[in-house]
């Protein structure tokens, strides 16, 4: 949630919609050792949503571990296309989330 100060006397669920609006979110694939597969979700605001319950939400979406640490969601497995389905069922503007190949 923002603070009401930065939202200009918006109502607080128009001021929410905007934030989740601004937010460019990047997912991709990276490559750890003996070949596990990684699901990076990046640009999401750690300050206007709580990283932690959100990456709780897809873990257990998923079925599968993770973390969220260094301002960005960690999944373990290749869940990119997934997670887009999710994060624009959660609100998200597809438009704004980009899947790096």
């Not at 929410?16 to 991709?28: A, G, T």
């Not at 296309?81 to 790096?100: A, S």
Request: glycine share 8%; proline share 3%; charged share 35%.
């Amino acid at each position: 949630m923002m603070d009401e100060s930065l939202c200009g006397g918006l109502p607080p669920e128009i001021c929410e919609q905007l934030s989740v609006e601004e937010q460019i979110i990047k997912i991709r694939l990276e490559k750890r050792r003996f070949g596990r597969e990684v699901t990076i979700i990046e640009g999401i605001n750690e300050k206007e949503f709580n990283l932690k319950k959100l990456a709780s939400t897809l873990k257990s979406r998923l079925a599968t571990g993770g973390t969220a640490k260094n301002g960005r969601i960690e999944l373990q497995g290749d869940h990119r296309h997934r997670v887009k389905k999710i994060l624009v069922e959660l609100g998200f503007p597809e438009e704004n989330i980009t899947i790096i190949d």
